[in-house]
T-cell receptor, first 111, second 115 residues
C-alpha cells in the first residue's frame, strides 16, 4: 500500500531557529496536508495543498506540494515555545480516498 | 469553521463493559467520518470509514463486532467499544470532512482506559 516517509523523526532546536521537515512517498498524491498534534489532543490542520508546485503559508508556517507529487515539506520560521508538538504529514491519492499519515516529527524548542 | 467535537475526552471503564464515543461535526455536514486509534508516540491508525446511512468500512485486522460504528446523521457518528478489555485502552480520534474534496478535521480524541 501507499506509505509516507517523514523526516526527521524528532528535532530539538533553539527558540528563534527555523525548522524544516518533509515527507516523501513512492506513489503520487493529489493532496498533501500538514497537521500538528499537542499531547492528549487531536491533530489540528495547519496547511492543505491541492496542486503540484503549490506553495502556501499560514503565519510562520510554509508548506509546498512537490512538483513530482511525491513529496512535501513544511517550514516553520522563527520557532517559539508553543510550536512544540508532533507534526504529521498526510497524503491522499484520489479524491475521496482515505489519508495516509507519516510517522510524525516530534518538535521540541528550548528557550 | 470546521469544528469536530468528540465526547467524552476521557473514560475509565471496567473490563467487560461497553463504552460509546460520540463524534459530531458542529458547523458542517460530514458525508464521511473516520475513526482512528493512536498508541503512544505513534502515528494515527485508521480503524474504519463511516458514511452516513451506510455500513462502516473496516480496515484489515479491526474487529467490526467489537468496534461498532453508527453514522446515523450527517453530523454524528458513534464508536462503541463492546466488551472492552485492557488491551483496548488507547487514544481514539474521530475525524470528519464535508466532501471528498475537503480536508479532514479531527476531534480532540478520547482517552479510553479499561481496568
Amino acid at each position: 500500500g501507499q506509505q509516507l516517509n517523514q523526516s526527521p523523526q524528532s528535532m530539538f532546536i533553539q527558540e528563534g531557529e527555523d525548522v524544516s521537515m518533509n515527507c516523501t512517498s513512492s506513489s503520487i498524491f493529489n493532496t498533501w496536508l500538514w497537521y500538528k498534534q499537542d499531547p492528549g489532543e487531536g491533530p489540528v490542520l495547519l496547511i492543505a495543498l491541492y496542486k503540484a508546485g503549490e506553495l502556501t503559508s499560514n503565519g510562520r508556517l510554509t508548506a509546498q506540494f512537490g512538483i513530482t507529487r511525491k513529496d512535501s515539506f513544511l517550514n516553520i520560521s522563527a520557532s517559539i515555545p508553543s510550536d512544540v508538538g508532533i507534526y504529521f504529514c498526510a497524503g491522499q491519492g484520489e479524491y475521496g480516498n482515505k489519508l495516509v499519515f507519516g510517522a510524525g516529527t516530534i518538535l521540541r524548542v528550548k528557550s | 469553521g470546521a469544528v469536530v467535537s468528540q465526547h467524552p475526552s476521557w473514560v475509565i471503564c471496567k473490563s467487560g463493559t461497553s463504552v460509546k464515543i460520540e463524534c459530531r461535526s458542529l458547523d458542517f455536514q460530514a458525508t464521511t467520518m473516520f475513526w482512528y486509534r493512536q498508541f503512544p508516540k505513534q502515528s494515527l491508525m485508521l480503524m474504519a470509514t463511516s458514511n452516513e446511512g451506510s455500513k462502516a468500512t473496516y480496515e484489515q485486522g479491526v474487529e467490526k463486532d467489537k468496534f461498532l460504528i453508527n453514522h446515523a446523521s450527517l453530523t454524528l457518528s458513534t464508536l462503541t467499544v463492546t466488551s472492552a478489555h485492557p488491551e483496548d485502552s488507547s487514544f481514539y480520534i474521530c475525524s470528519a470532512r464535508e466532501s471528498a474534496y475537503s480536508p479532514l478535521h479531527f476531534g480532540n480524541g478520547t482517552r479510553l482506559t479499561v481496568t
